[in-house]
């Protein structure tokens, strides 16, 4: 199903993350597209006031510890290379 008019984007996936989606499909001809907007997508987030409450409630869930590696494991983290940019 492909309509002129509608806007595309093209986005990189992992290999895994492919496969799900073709391994979804109802039937050969189904676009990635209809496999996406079939999804359901869980609602079950938590609001930062429920977080705190959880928080006060149960304890610390990570040590200092445990905060400190993910604090420099993001800063670490860089935005992926542009592939468009020129040289």
């Not at 492909?2 to 806007?7: A, D, R, Y």
């Not at 496969?19 to 676009?31: F, H, K, M, V």
């Amino acid at each position: 199903m492909h309509n002129l008019c509608m806007g595309s984007k093209t986005i990189s996936v992992k290999d895994e993350a492919y496969e799900r989606l073709r391994a979804a499909r109802r039937y050969p001809g189904e676009s990635f597209s209809e496999v996406v907007l079939r999804a359901r997508w869980p609602e079950d987030t938590v609001s930062a006031r429920e977080l705190r409450e959880l928080a006060r409630v149960r304890g610390a869930r990570f040590s200092d510890a445990d905060l400190d590696r993910i604090e420099a494991l993001k800063r670490l983290d860089a935005p992926a290379e542009d592939k468009w940019a020129g040289p």
